[in-house]
């Protein structure tokens, strides 16, 4: 074996690389740690090939006589050390990848040429006897030469090595740099590719990324923060402007409890007042659904405050009824001259917070229709209950008693200061019998809480259209 090893060295070290590059291929991506070892007991199989032949990789070959077993011996050390080289990069790649994907993969290809350089330097000076101070100092001349002219896409990798390296944003994080927002889709050694609102695609050069204000919206993952603003006249009491909003965010269940919610003044001028209201939540994916929702509780809860925007004068004022009954959808179909006569038998009815409008079983000789404030639904499940949503300005209950005189099968519960008109059972009675389609839409909403309640209790998908419990009032 020995004898043969001596005679055939090429053709086994040959043998070994094609058995290296054949194995690598063959055994799953998923399995580093038999790539690994494939490629570590073949390094060593190929080191003993050499030993055994009288080769040493750190000095040149001992037949300079010999010109081709010379060459042969030559070829095979300086494939000792790049064989080296790549084993070497591999272990360090696996070592890197453990702590991030994409962080790991930047940095493995820049210590992987380092190595690759210093095994080729090696090589040079060991097997070759090339004079290698003279050519790190030419090496040294023309790297000057080369870091001068490309200094801006050097300062791009070594930006890119430290952004993966501490890491503030990485693959699938929506960010904002320097007021360009998006999500993160690519980090390579010049840029920071991202996807926009809009669809675009930015380039964001890493050196630019490294010293720019930098806001990563997807950190901390379980709490994402939302908000809106709204302009009001200055002449509007801000006490009155930081009620309504306060139950406005009372109004969603999207909201986390902590850290709270708060309102305050952003900007204020001669003529208006700038109010922002936020919040967290728990999904980004819901910051867009939660704006939308906050915008229109907004909007209902200022309106039932009495703050309007662009009232025309020349008509005559309303009542608050009347204006509540604008809002309620069950009511839509119904014209001016009746919605005033019906607003003229509604009574107004006032609630102190956690109070109980309805209880489960409950039966109600009256509609009710939120004035102001917030209310909460709740389903019984076995002794306890659960909230199923939130109620606000223009929405009604006791809806089960007016259909088909059943009993209320939820909890109605205010969580503010709020103010229900009654509507008498019997003129909601009048009214259905004059107008179907007034008894369509109550039919249709009882149905929707029914199917709500069912699918809350079962913990399973409503087969309804997505939304928020009473979300069809909302539309």
């Not at 740099?177 to 998006?182: A, H, L, P, Q, S």
């Not at 009675?429 to 179907?436: I, P, V, Y």
């Not at 389609?437 to 409503?462: G, I, N």
Request: net charge positive; charged share 20%.
């Amino acid at each position: 074996m020995l004898a043969f090893i001596q005679s055939s060295p090429l053709l086994l070290g040959t043998t070994l690389i094609l058995l290296d590059l054949v194995l690598w291929q063959v055994i799953p991506i998923q399995r580093h740690a038999w790539r690994i070892s494939a490629r570590l007991v073949i390094f060593l199989l190929f080191s003993s090939v050499l030993v055994a032949a009288g080769m040493s990789p750190l000095q040149p070959p001992p037949w300079p006589d010999d010109v081709p077993r010379n060459l042969m011996a030559t070829v095979l050390t300086i494939g000792w050390w790049l064989f080296g080289a790549r084993t070497v990069t591999v272990v360090f790649g696996l070592l890197l990848v453990a702590r991030g994907s994409h962080g790991g993969r930047l940095l493995r290809d820049v210590l992987g040429a380092l190595i690759f350089l210093a095994a080729v330097v090696a090589a040079a000076g060991y097997v070759l006897q090339l004079p290698v101070k003279g050519l790190l100092a030419t090496s040294g001349v023309m790297a000057i030469v080369i870091g001068l002219a490309l200094q801006s896409t050097l300062a791009d990798v070594f930006s890119g090595i430290v952004l993966n390296t501490t890491r503030p944003y990485q693959i699938g994080d929506s960010i904002s740099i320097d007021g360009t927002e998006g999500k993160v889709v690519d980090i390579d050694w010049r840029a920071t590719r991202m996807i926009t609102g809009t669809g675009s695609l930015a380039v964001i050069p890493n050196s630019v990324a490294a010293k720019a204000k930098l806001l990563n919206h997807s950190r901390p993952a379980d709490r994402h923060g939302v908000a809106i603003s709204v302009v009001v006249p200055a002449k509007v009491r801000p006490r009155k402007v930081f009620d309504a909003l306060e139950k406005a965010l009372q109004g969603t269940t999207a909201l986390l409890a902590s850290p709270a919610a708060k309102v305050s003044v952003k900007t204020s001028t001669l003529e208006s007042v700038e109010y922002e209201a936020s919040g967290f939540i728990a999904e980004a994916a819901r910051k867009t659904e939660t704006r939308n929702q906050l915008f229109d509780l907004a909007h209902r809860h200022l309106e039932a405050s009495g703050v309007m925007w662009n009232v025309d004068l020349t008509l005559p004022a309303r009542s608050r009824q009347r204006e509540v009954l604008d809002e309620v959808r069950v009511f839509r179909s119904l014209s001016d001259e009746e919605r005033d006569a019906l607003s003229q038998r509604m009574t107004a009815v006032e609630y102190l917070a956690d109070q109980v409008i309805l209880g489960v079983g409950e039966h109600s000789d009256h509609l009710l229709v939120i004035g102001s404030g917030v209310v909460s639904a709740s389903v019984r499940d076995g002794e306890q209950l659960l909230e199923a949503g939130r109620m606000g300005p223009g929405e009604v209950l006791g809806v089960e008693g007016i259909i088909d005189e059943d009993n209320s099968f939820a909890e109605f519960r205010t969580l503010t200061s709020c103010v229900l008109y009654r509507i008498d059972k019997e003129q909601v009675k009048t009214c259905l019998q004059q107008r179907g389609d007034v008894q369509t839409a109550l039919s249709k909403l009882q149905r929707f809480r029914r199917q709500s309640r069912e699918s809350l209790l079962l913990q399973k998908p409503t087969l309804i259209k997505k939304g928020g419990f009473l979300s069809w009032l909302h539309k």
